[in-house]
Nanobody, 122 residues
Framework: VQLQASGGGLVEAGASLRLSCAAS????????MGWFRQAPGKEREFVAA????????YYADSVKGRFTISRDNAKNTVYLQMSSLKPEDTAVYYC????????????????WGQGTLVTVSS
């Protein structure tokens, strides 16, 4: 499975941005999908995840109520709608796929995209 993340950019605080993650390859398998982010000098952290069956969603407390993860299985694409962005949301955002259920642990994901940079100015 190959993942291609896109949609990052430079925005002002309070703005919205939508990230996309397109999957290709063996996409006939069922994968849970997740978004993670890594700010400069910090460890990679969990942002959101969505299950394959039922579309159950999970969020980090820091983004709950501001970010929404969704998926379009027909297009093999996962989205992360980000609203009310804050400077502390600045990071490289990565999408990831997991053959089993959702997880907030980055070590449990099997495939990773290349990352897309989101910069939020104050």
């Amino acid at each position: 499975v190959q993942l291609q993340a896109s949609g990052g950019g430079l925005v002002e605080a309070g703005a919205s941005l939508r990230l996309s993650c397109a999957a290709s390859g063996r996409t006939s398998s069922n994968y849970a999908m997740g978004w993670f982010r890594q700010a400069p000098g910090k460890e990679r952290e969990f942002v959101a995840a969505i299950s394959w069956i039922g579309g159950k969603t999970y969020y980090a407390d820091s983004v709950k109520g501001r970010f929404t993860i969704s998926r379009d299985n027909a297009k093999n694409t996962v989205y992360l709608q980000m609203s009310s962005l804050k400077p502390e949301d600045t990071a490289v955002y990565y999408c990831a796929a997991r053959r089993q259920g959702t997880s907030s642990s980055s070590t449990l994901y099997d495939y990773w995209g290349q990352g897309t940079l989101v910069t939020v100015s104050s």
